[in-house]
Protein backbone atom coordinates (compact mmCIF):
# COMPACT_ATOMS: atom_id res chain seq x y z
CA UNK A 1 0.00 0.00 0.00
CA UNK A 2 2.65 2.25 0.52
CA UNK A 3 4.46 1.91 -2.21
CA UNK A 4 1.21 2.13 -4.05
CA UNK A 5 1.19 5.80 -2.56
CA UNK A 6 4.30 6.86 -3.69
CA UNK A 7 3.71 5.80 -7.02
CA UNK A 8 0.43 7.30 -7.59
CA UNK A 9 1.08 10.94 -5.59
CA UNK A 10 2.75 12.63 -7.95
CA UNK A 11 0.07 12.01 -10.76
CA UNK A 12 -2.33 13.65 -8.37
CA UNK A 13 -0.18 16.50 -6.65
CA UNK A 14 0.86 17.58 -10.10
CA UNK A 15 -2.18 18.27 -11.28
CA UNK A 16 -3.73 19.27 -8.01
CA UNK A 17 -0.77 21.11 -6.42
CA UNK A 18 -2.28 20.50 -3.24
CA UNK A 19 -0.96 17.86 -0.74
CA UNK A 20 -3.86 16.78 1.06
CA UNK A 21 -6.18 17.28 -1.58
CA UNK A 22 -3.90 14.47 -3.54
CA UNK A 23 -3.87 11.98 -0.61
CA UNK A 24 -7.64 12.41 -0.72
CA UNK A 25 -7.57 11.47 -4.42
CA UNK A 26 -5.63 8.70 -4.13
CA UNK A 27 -7.51 6.74 -0.81
CA UNK A 28 -10.84 7.25 -2.67
CA UNK A 29 -9.17 5.49 -5.53
CA UNK A 30 -7.50 2.54 -3.06
CA UNK A 31 -10.93 2.32 -0.84
CA UNK A 32 -12.99 1.35 -4.71
CA UNK A 33 -10.09 -0.52 -5.91
CA UNK A 34 -10.08 -2.82 -3.00
CA UNK A 35 -13.81 -3.67 -3.23
CA UNK A 36 -13.77 -4.56 -6.67
CA UNK A 37 -13.24 -7.81 -8.50
CA UNK A 38 -10.19 -7.42 -9.73
CA UNK A 39 -9.14 -10.47 -11.44
CA UNK A 40 -10.01 -9.00 -14.97
CA UNK A 41 -7.72 -6.22 -14.27
CA UNK A 42 -4.19 -7.27 -16.21
CA UNK A 43 -2.28 -4.19 -15.19
CA UNK A 44 -2.57 -3.05 -11.59
CA UNK A 45 -0.37 -0.12 -11.85
CA UNK A 46 -2.29 0.95 -15.31
CA UNK A 47 -5.36 0.92 -13.38
CA UNK A 48 -5.25 2.70 -10.81
CA UNK A 49 -2.76 5.50 -12.61
CA UNK A 50 -5.55 6.12 -14.94
CA UNK A 51 -8.13 6.22 -11.56
CA UNK A 52 -6.10 8.72 -9.89
CA UNK A 53 -5.43 10.92 -12.92
CA UNK A 54 -9.28 11.37 -13.53
CA UNK A 55 -10.35 11.73 -10.07
CA UNK A 56 -7.64 14.42 -9.69
CA UNK A 57 -8.68 15.89 -13.02
CA UNK A 58 -12.35 16.32 -11.48
CA UNK A 59 -11.55 17.59 -8.17
CA UNK A 60 -9.67 20.30 -9.79
CA UNK A 61 -12.65 21.30 -12.03
CA UNK A 62 -14.48 21.68 -8.96
CA UNK A 63 -11.69 23.58 -7.10
CA UNK A 64 -11.47 26.04 -9.72
CA UNK A 65 -15.12 26.64 -10.10
CA UNK A 66 -15.38 27.32 -6.38
CA UNK A 67 -12.26 29.08 -6.48
CA UNK A 68 -12.23 33.26 -4.99
CA UNK A 69 -8.68 34.05 -4.81
CA UNK A 70 -7.22 35.94 -7.85
CA UNK A 71 -3.65 34.00 -6.83
CA UNK A 72 -3.70 30.51 -5.65
CA UNK A 73 -0.12 28.88 -5.65
CA UNK A 74 0.78 25.08 -5.46
CA UNK A 75 0.80 23.76 -1.55
CA UNK A 76 4.87 23.76 -1.16
CA UNK A 77 6.34 19.94 -0.72
CA UNK A 78 10.29 19.88 0.38
CA UNK A 79 12.00 18.23 -2.03
CA UNK A 80 15.62 17.58 -0.52
CA UNK A 81 14.93 15.59 2.48
CA UNK A 82 11.48 15.21 4.47
CA UNK A 83 9.81 12.55 6.67
CA UNK A 84 6.79 11.97 4.52
CA UNK A 85 8.74 9.40 2.14
CA UNK A 86 6.41 10.49 -0.99
CA UNK A 87 8.37 10.14 -4.52
CA UNK A 88 9.43 13.27 -5.50
CA UNK A 89 11.79 12.62 -8.10
CA UNK A 90 8.90 13.06 -11.15
CA UNK A 91 7.46 15.99 -8.61
CA UNK A 92 7.24 19.30 -11.02
CA UNK A 93 9.28 21.87 -9.80
CA UNK A 94 7.59 25.19 -8.32
CA UNK A 95 7.25 27.45 -11.32
CA UNK A 96 6.07 24.77 -13.94
CA UNK A 97 3.40 24.42 -11.32
CA UNK A 98 2.09 27.92 -11.27
CA UNK A 99 2.52 28.18 -14.88
CA UNK A 100 0.73 24.78 -15.51
CA UNK A 101 -2.58 26.81 -13.65
CA UNK A 102 -2.60 29.06 -16.76
CA UNK A 103 -3.75 25.76 -18.91
CA UNK A 104 -7.13 24.05 -18.89
CA UNK A 105 -7.43 20.94 -17.07
CA UNK A 106 -7.36 18.60 -20.26
CA UNK A 107 -4.48 20.58 -21.58
CA UNK A 108 -2.74 20.29 -18.20
CA UNK A 109 -3.17 16.75 -17.26
CA UNK A 110 -1.92 15.65 -21.52
CA UNK A 111 1.02 18.29 -20.89
CA UNK A 112 2.10 16.39 -17.66
CA UNK A 113 1.72 13.06 -18.90
CA UNK A 114 3.95 13.39 -21.92
CA UNK A 115 6.38 15.97 -20.48
CA UNK A 116 6.26 14.67 -16.71
CA UNK A 117 6.30 11.07 -17.24
CA UNK A 118 7.08 10.36 -21.04
CA UNK A 119 3.58 8.87 -21.94
CA UNK A 120 2.92 8.76 -25.62
CA UNK A 121 -0.23 10.11 -27.29
CA UNK A 122 -1.59 6.59 -27.64
CA UNK A 123 -1.26 5.87 -23.79
CA UNK A 124 -2.38 9.63 -22.95
CA UNK A 125 -6.01 8.96 -25.14
CA UNK A 126 -6.31 6.04 -23.42
CA UNK A 127 -6.58 7.08 -19.71
CA UNK A 128 -7.81 10.35 -20.81
CA UNK A 129 -10.83 8.75 -22.79
CA UNK A 130 -9.81 11.34 -25.98
CA UNK A 131 -8.26 10.59 -29.16
CA UNK A 132 -4.50 10.57 -30.61
CA UNK A 133 -5.37 13.19 -32.44
CA UNK A 134 -6.62 15.54 -29.66
CA UNK A 135 -4.10 14.46 -26.96
CA UNK A 136 -1.37 15.87 -29.99
CA UNK A 137 -3.58 19.42 -30.05
CA UNK A 138 -3.70 19.84 -26.60
CA UNK A 139 -0.10 19.09 -25.90
CA UNK A 140 0.48 21.60 -29.00
CA UNK A 141 -1.74 24.28 -27.37
CA UNK A 142 -0.82 23.41 -24.10
CA UNK A 143 3.06 24.67 -25.17
CA UNK A 144 2.01 27.62 -27.24
CA UNK A 145 0.35 28.89 -23.79
CA UNK A 146 3.79 28.20 -21.80
CA UNK A 147 6.17 29.49 -24.67
CA UNK A 148 7.72 26.36 -24.52
CA UNK A 149 9.21 26.27 -20.95
CA UNK A 150 11.08 23.27 -20.09
CA UNK A 151 9.46 21.43 -17.75
CA UNK A 152 12.63 19.08 -16.24
CA UNK A 153 13.38 18.81 -13.12
CA UNK A 154 16.57 20.60 -12.02
CA UNK A 155 18.38 21.00 -8.77
CA UNK A 156 18.72 23.91 -7.30
CA UNK A 157 22.48 24.38 -7.61
CA UNK A 158 25.35 25.97 -4.99
CA UNK A 159 25.13 29.23 -7.17
CA UNK A 160 21.37 29.63 -6.52
CA UNK A 161 21.74 29.29 -2.69
CA UNK A 162 24.44 31.76 -2.19
CA UNK A 163 22.47 34.13 -4.58
CA UNK A 164 19.76 33.63 -2.24
CA UNK A 165 21.82 33.97 0.74
CA UNK A 166 23.02 37.53 -0.88
CA UNK A 167 19.12 38.36 -0.88
CA UNK A 168 18.70 38.04 3.16
CA UNK A 169 21.74 39.85 3.20
CA UNK A 170 20.98 42.69 1.41
CA UNK A 171 17.25 42.53 2.48
CA UNK A 172 18.08 42.50 6.11
CA UNK A 173 20.67 45.62 5.36
CA UNK A 174 17.63 47.40 3.41
CA UNK A 175 20.70 48.10 0.91
CA UNK A 176 17.60 48.96 -1.60
CA UNK A 177 20.55 49.70 -4.91
CA UNK A 178 21.81 46.06 -4.51
CA UNK A 179 18.69 44.61 -4.05
CA UNK A 180 17.38 45.99 -7.71
CA UNK A 181 20.75 44.53 -9.05
CA UNK A 182 19.12 40.99 -7.80
CA UNK A 183 15.99 41.34 -9.53
CA UNK A 184 15.62 40.89 -13.07
CA UNK A 185 13.72 43.28 -15.22
CA UNK A 186 10.45 40.64 -15.47
CA UNK A 187 10.50 40.40 -11.71
CA UNK A 188 6.96 39.22 -10.27
CA UNK A 189 5.56 38.53 -7.00
CA UNK A 190 2.63 36.51 -6.13
CA UNK A 191 1.42 35.97 -2.50
CA UNK A 192 -0.84 33.54 -1.46
CA UNK A 193 -2.89 33.74 2.14
CA UNK A 194 -5.43 31.87 1.54
CA UNK A 195 -9.49 31.99 2.67
CA UNK A 196 -8.05 32.83 6.14
CA UNK A 197 -5.64 36.02 5.81
CA UNK A 198 -5.36 39.09 3.92
CA UNK A 199 -1.77 39.65 1.38
CA UNK A 200 -0.39 42.64 1.24
CA UNK A 201 -0.35 42.46 -2.43
CA UNK A 202 -1.23 39.25 -4.03
CA UNK A 203 0.36 39.90 -7.64
CA UNK A 204 3.51 42.88 -7.79
CA UNK A 205 5.46 43.54 -10.80
CA UNK A 206 8.73 45.46 -11.91
CA UNK A 207 11.26 46.01 -9.86
CA UNK A 208 11.10 49.42 -7.89
CA UNK A 209 7.45 48.05 -6.59
CA UNK A 210 9.05 44.98 -5.75
CA UNK A 211 11.54 46.54 -3.77
CA UNK A 212 9.05 48.47 -2.17
CA UNK A 213 7.04 45.29 -1.34
CA UNK A 214 9.53 43.30 -0.06
CA UNK A 215 11.31 45.57 2.11
CA UNK A 216 8.11 46.91 3.56
CA UNK A 217 7.23 42.98 4.19
CA UNK A 218 10.61 42.11 5.93
CA UNK A 219 10.94 45.37 8.00
CA UNK A 220 7.38 45.45 9.41
CA UNK A 221 6.65 41.06 9.54
CA UNK A 222 10.06 39.29 8.72
CA UNK A 223 12.86 41.42 10.53
CA UNK A 224 12.21 39.21 14.10
CA UNK A 225 11.68 36.13 12.40
CA UNK A 226 14.07 33.28 12.00
CA UNK A 227 14.99 32.55 8.63
CA UNK A 228 16.00 28.77 7.03
CA UNK A 229 16.94 28.44 3.42
CA UNK A 230 15.47 24.82 1.71
CA UNK A 231 14.63 23.48 -1.40
CA UNK A 232 10.83 24.09 -2.08
CA UNK A 233 9.80 21.45 -5.16
CA UNK A 234 12.96 21.60 -6.56
CA UNK A 235 13.73 25.47 -6.41
CA UNK A 236 15.34 27.36 -3.05
CA UNK A 237 13.04 28.72 -1.08
CA UNK A 238 12.87 31.38 2.10
CA UNK A 239 11.12 29.75 5.17
CA UNK A 240 10.31 32.11 8.06
CA UNK A 241 9.37 31.23 11.59
CA UNK A 242 8.50 32.36 14.62
CA UNK A 243 9.56 29.86 17.32
CA UNK A 244 8.45 26.58 15.16
CA UNK A 245 5.32 28.03 13.80
CA UNK A 246 6.14 28.30 10.04
CA UNK A 247 4.82 32.08 9.04
CA UNK A 248 5.94 32.35 5.44
CA UNK A 249 7.14 30.29 2.43
CA UNK A 250 9.43 32.06 -0.33
CA UNK A 251 10.11 30.05 -3.54
CA UNK A 252 12.37 32.24 -5.85
CA UNK A 253 12.73 31.36 -9.80
CA UNK A 254 16.19 32.69 -11.36
CA UNK A 255 16.72 33.42 -14.37
CA UNK A 256 19.34 32.37 -16.62
CA UNK A 257 21.25 34.51 -15.91
CA UNK A 258 21.26 34.18 -12.09
CA UNK A 259 18.92 37.21 -11.42
CA UNK A 260 15.84 36.68 -9.28
CA UNK A 261 12.49 36.38 -12.11
CA UNK A 262 9.59 35.41 -9.76
CA UNK A 263 8.94 34.81 -5.80
CA UNK A 264 5.83 32.48 -4.90
CA UNK A 265 5.14 33.68 -1.63
CA UNK A 266 2.67 31.34 0.45
CA UNK A 267 1.00 32.69 3.67
CA UNK A 268 -1.42 30.51 3.93
CA UNK A 269 -1.44 28.58 6.94
CA UNK A 270 -3.50 25.48 5.96
CA UNK A 271 -0.49 25.20 3.09
CA UNK A 272 2.31 25.64 5.45
CA UNK A 273 1.30 22.96 8.15
CA UNK A 274 3.03 19.86 5.86
CA UNK A 275 6.37 21.50 5.57
Request: one cysteine or more; charged letters at 30%.
Amino acid sequence: MKLLNKILFPYAYNILGNIDDSKDIIQEVLIRYNEKDVRSISNQNAYLIKAVINGAINLKKKKDRERQQKVTLPQPIITNHGENKIELDEILNYSMLVLLDTLNIKERAVFILREAFDYDHNEIAEILSITVDNSRQLLTRAKKKLKFRKSEITTSSAEDRKYLEKYVETIRKGDVKTLEQLLSDEIKVLADAGSRLQAVAELTFGIANTVKLMTYIFECYQRDLEIKIEEINHQYALLFYRGTILINCQVFELNPYGKIAAIFSVVDPDKLMKI
